[in-house]
T-cell receptor, first 115, second 112 residues
Framework: ETGVTQSPTHLIKTRGQQVTLRCSSQ?????VSWYQQALGQGPQFIFQ???????GRGNFPPRFSGLQFPNYSSELNVNALELDDSALYLC??????????????FGEGSRLTVL | QQQVKQSPQSLIVQKGGISIINCAYE??????FPWYQQFPGKGPALLIA?????SEKKEGRFTISFNKSAKQFSLHIMDSQPGDSATYFC???????????FGIGTKLQVIP
């Protein structure tokens, strides 16, 4: 069983640029959620995708957007990067029956640094 | 708004001792309370979870105690080992909730 994989693992961008992060969900999981983890903080929910549709969104501005593909993989796009966007971005997949149960399977994250 | 409050933020325990991390929540609609363990450079991994219909759940050296009336729950790590050194997050979610709400995290260091 393949776990959640994310790419790239590290990247550096400058303020104002755009970034795309990618995630492959665990086999058999059709729901993907994205979280932002700032240094020394707990993960904060960005949004969730289910059956290629956004299915819930946290308190993040519209410049954070996403996609889910038919194979359940997902992308997180962030436009007009700001210094405060520097964080670890975590993708998590969950089983079809778990819904909002909180049983998330995380990838190792993409560490974004904005200069 | 921090819906799940976690303490302490850091904890140092001697090998063989008991590590205790506490969390409190506000939203009474929460009905699933997982704990995640995160090692440096890794994503969080589910450690143990509890639903509010039981007051305690034990898996190996890890125990969750749950107090529904006080809206508090805690993680106890018995016989703590250096390999347990990691950051622990309590969390909460509910039926129909898309998001999981995490606490701020507790950095545990187990010293030999």
């Amino acid at each position: 069983e393949t776990g959640v994989t994310q790419s790239p693992t590290h990247l550096i961008k400058t303020r104002g640029q755009q970034v795309t992060l990618r995630c492959s969900s665990q086999s058999g999981h059709n729901t993907v959620s994205w979280y932002q983890q700032a240094l020394g903080q707990g993960p904060q929910f960005i949004f969730q995708y289910y059956r290629e549709e956004e299915n819930g969104r946290g308190n993040f501005p519209p410049r954070f957007s996403g996609l889910q593909f038919p194979n359940y993989s997902s992308e997180l796009n962030v436009n007009a990067l700001e210094l405060d966007d520097s964080a670890l971005y975590l993708c998590a997949s969950s089983r079809p029956t778990s819904g909002g149960s909180g049983e998330l399977f995380f990838g190792e994250g993409s560490r974004l640094t904005v200069l | 708004q921090q819906q799940v409050k976690q303490s302490p933020q850091s904890l140092i325990v001697q090998k063989g001792g008991i590590s205790i991390i506490n969390c409190a929540y506000e939203n009474t609609a929460f009905d699933y309370f997982p704990w995640y363990q995160q090692f440096p450079g890794k994503g969080p991994a589910l450690l143990i979870a509890i639903r509010p219909d039981v007051s305690e759940k034990k898996e190996g050296r890890f125990t969750i105690s749950f107090n529904k009336s006080a809206k508090q729950f805690s993680l106890h790590i018995m016989d703590s080992q250096p390999g347990d050194s990691a950051t622990y997050f309590c969390a909460a979610s509910g039926r129909g909730y898309q998001k999981v709400t995490f606490g701020i995290g507790t950095k545990l260091q187990v010293i030999p």
